[in-house]
């Protein structure tokens, strides 16, 4: 893969950007689910 090749400029710095941009939209994908299964104490993430 060029991604992960040890020539390319900044392939560290790439790999972990794409690494926390990927838990950020895990992250918000599970806490959207929770809020909607469970909503009660987390109302205000809910559309009115």
């Not at 895990?26 to 299964?37: C, N, Q, S």
Request: glycine share 4%; aromatic share 22%; charged share 10%.
């Amino acid at each position: 893969m060029r991604l992960f090749h040890k020539d390319a400029p900044h392939a560290n710095f790439r790999m972990w950007i794409l690494g926390f941009f990927f838990l950020v939209c895990v992250a918000f994908y599970a806490a959207l689910h929770l809020t909607m299964d469970y909503g009660s104490e987390f109302a205000c993430f809910q559309p009115s």
